[in-house]
C-alpha cells in the first residue's frame, strides 16, 4: 500500500496526470463548440496535410516518417496537432542558435588532426577514411598518445572508477543518463564530497527522464549544498512538449582531463548486480588515458555551456600535453559525440563503415535491435559476402514491447545470414563493436532509432588497439552464454506473436 500511496505522489504521476487533463481539456473544447464541428474538422485536416508533407519532405529517417504519418491519416483530427506537439524534434530558433554557438566552440577547441590521418593512412587507408569521416562531421580528430583499457562487465568499471576518482587534484566531470541513490552512487558521491572538501571542481549533469523514478526533486539542489555544480538536462514539464523526445543519453566521467569513462554503464546498482531486474545484467564501459580524454572533456564542457548558458574558456581544462605522452602510445583513439540537432546521423554511419568495409568479421552487442533499412542491408550484405555477422541481443528484454519488436527483425536478418544470439543470463546492455582484429567500439549508442536519430550519445572508436583483441575476447566468452537463433525457432513462433511484433514495429521509431 504505501508503494501506491508513494507512486501516487511522485512527481512522475503529477507529470501524466497533468498531461491526461490537458488531453481532456482539449476534448471538451471539441464537445463544447460542437456547432462549429464541420469547421474544427476541416483546420484539422489542412493541418494535418501540411504536416504530412512537411514530414515527407523532412530529413528523418524514412521508417519514422512512416511511423507518424500512419496514425496521423488514421487520426486526422489529432494526429496533425499531436505532431506539432510532441513528434517534431526541432528546436527553437534561440536554443539553436545556442547549440550553434557550442558547436562552433567545439571546433574551436578540437583542431583537424591531419599528421595523424596522413600516418594512419599509410597503413590503412580505410581506417583513415573513417576516422577522417568523425573528425570532419563530428568535429572530434583522432589521437595516437592514448591508452584504453576495456572493462568488460560493470563490478569492474565501478571499481576503476572509484580508483580514479580518488586520485583526482582538479576537477572531476560527470554526465550520465541515469544516477539512482544506493551502493554505486552514494559510494561515488562520499568521494564526491571528499573531493568537493580538497578544493577540486566536481561537475555533474544528468538527464530528468532518465532519473525521473531514481532520483528525488530537487536533487540537484542537494549536490549543489554539498559543494557539487549540478545541471539537470532537459527538465520535464507537465506540458506536451517536443522536448520530450531529446534526451541525454550519454555516460561519461572524466578525471582531471587525462582518464576518461564511457560506456554502458549508468551510476545504478542494476548495472553492477547489486540486485536483479532482468537476470544478470551484462554491461560494459571503456577507460581511456591520455590526449584523447581532451576530446571528452570539450564534450562535457559543450553540454555544460549550453545547459548554464555560458561561454566558458575550455583551454584552462586542457591538462599538460607532455604529462599524457608518456607510455601511453596505443595505436589510434577517437572519441566522438553525436547530436540529434545537426543533422549528421554519426552514430549511425559510425556504425555502417564497420560493417561496410570489414573483411572478415563484424560481432556486435546491442540491448536494443530496431534498426532501419540502411542497417538491416548492411548486416545482410556482408553476411551474404561472405563476412561472420554475429549479434548479442538480452533473452530478457527490460520492456517487453520494445524487446518483441527487437525480435521481429530476427528472421530478416537470419535469412540474410546473419547469426542472431541472446544472452540467456539475462539481460545485455553493453553497446559494442568489434570488427577484423583491427576496429572496436565502445559507446552508448544503442542500435535503436532513439540512440542513433533523437539523444545525445558518445562513443569511442578505436583502431589497432590493445582494447580491440579484449572486446573480441569478451564477446567470444559471452557467446558461450548465449542460445543462437535458428530458422526452426523463428517457424515455432505462435500467429498472434507475430501479428503483435508486426504491429508493434511499425510504431518502433516512437518507442
Excluded at 221 to 226: D, F, G, V, Y
Excluded at 294 to 321: A, H, R
Excluded at 333 to 343: K, T
Excluded at 489 to 496: A, E, P, S, T
Aim: aromatic residues 14%; neutral net charge.
Amino acid at each position: 500500500m504505501k508503494y501506491i500511496v508513494k507512486f501516487l505522489f511522485h512527481r512522475a504521476c503529477f507529470l501524466v496526470l497533468a498531461i491526461l487533463v490537458q488531453l481532456f481539456v482539449f476534448i471538451g473544447v471539441i464537445v463544447k463548440f460542437y456547432d462549429y464541428f464541420a469547421y474544427f474538422y476541416a483546420a484539422s485536416l489542412i493541418i494535418s496535410l501540411v504536416v504530412i508533407l512537411f514530414i515527407l519532405n523532412s530529413k528523418s529517417n524514412p521508417v519514422y516518417k512512416i511511423a507518424w504519418i500512419i496514425p496521423i491519416l488514421l487520426f486526422p483530427i489529432f494526429g496533425g496537432l499531436f505532431y506539432i506537439f510532441i513528434g517534431n524534434n526541432k528546436l527553437s530558433k534561440r536554443a539553436r542558435q545556442r547549440m550553434k554557438s557550442i558547436s562552433d566552440k567545439t571546433r574551436e577547441a578540437l583542431k583537424p588532426k591531419q599528421q595523424i590521418l596522413d600516418e594512419m593512412k599509410l597503413s590503412n587507408e580505410i581506417a583513415a577514411n573513417q576516422s577522417r569521416y568523425i573528425q570532419d562531421y563530428a568535429y572530434y580528430p583522432p589521437y595516437c598518445n592514448t591508452f584504453t583499457e576495456y572493462l568488460s562487465i560493470g563490478e569492474i568499471k565501478f571499481e576503476r572508477l572509484k580508483e580514479e576518482l580518488k586520485k583526482a587534484k582538479k576537477f572531476i566531470f560527470l554526465e550520465y543518463f541515469i544516477i539512482e541513490e544506493g551502493i554505486m552512487w552514494n559510494s561515488i558521491l562520499d568521494i564526491l564530497k571528499e573531493k568537493v572538501k580538497e578544493g577540486v571542481d566536481v561537475r555533474v549533469i544528468y538527464d530528468d527522464a532518465g532519473c525521473i523514478l531514481k532520483l528525488p526533486y530537487g536533487y540537484d539542489k542537494k549536490l549543489e549544498s554539498l559543494g557539487i555544480k549540478c545541471c539537470i538536462f532537459n527538465p520535464l514539464v507537465p506540458l506536451l512538449s517536443t522536448r520530450f523526445n531529446t534526451r541525454d543519453h550519454r555516460k561519461i566521467a572524466i578525471i582531471d582531463g587525462h582518464t576518461g569513462f564511457t560506456g554502458g554503464i549508468n551510476l545504478a546498482d542494476e548495472y553492477i548486480n547489486e540486485y536483479e531486474r532482468f537476470g544478470h545484467w551484462k554491461d560494459t564501459a571503456i577507460m581511456v588515458k591520455g590526449e584523447a580524454v581532451w576530446s571528452m572533456t570539450v564534450m562535457f564542457l559543450s553540454m555544460w555551456d549550453y545547459l548554464k548558458g555560458i561561454d566558458e574558456d575550455f583551454e584552462k581544462f586542457k591538462p599538460d600535453i607532455a604529462s599524457c605522452q608518456k607510455g601511453c602510445r596505443d595505436g589510434y583513439v577517437q572519441p566522438y559525440a553525436d547530436s540529434p540537432l545537426d543533422d549528421e546521423t554519426v552514430g549511425e554511419v559510425v556504425y555502417l563503415n564497420l560493417i561496410n568495409k570489414a573483411r572478415k568479421y563484424v560481432y556486435i552487442t546491442t540491448p536494443y535491435l530496431i534498426i532501419d533499412n540502411e542497417m538491416i542491408t548492411a548486416l545482410t550484405s556482408a553476411a551474404k559476402g561472405g563476412v561472420d555477422v554475429r549479434i548479442i541481443t538480452p533473452h530478457c528484454g527490460d520492456k517487453w514491447y520494445v524487446h518483441e519488436v527487437t525480435r521481429s527483425y530476427y528472421k530478416i536478418l537470419v535469412e540474410g545470414g546473419v547469426k542472431i544470439y541472446e544472452y540467456t543470463p539475462g539481460f545485455i546492455h553493453s553497446k559494442t563493436f568489434v570488427v577484423d582484429d583491427e576496429y572496436g567500439v565502445v559507446g552508448t549508442i544503442n542500435m535503436d532509432y532513439r540512440s542513433l536519430f533523437l539523444h545525445f550519445e558518445c562513443g569511442v572508436w578505436m583502431y589497432n588497439c590493445s582494447s580491440v583483441g579484449d572486446i573480441k575476447e569478451d564477446f567470444i566468452k559471452t557467446l558461450e552464454m548465449c542460445q543462437e537463433i535458428t530458422l526452426k525457432d523463428l517457424k515455432q513462433v505462435k500467429w498472434h506473436k507475430t501479428l503483435i511484433r508486426m504491429i508493434l514495429r511499425i510504431f518502433a521509431p516512437l518507442m
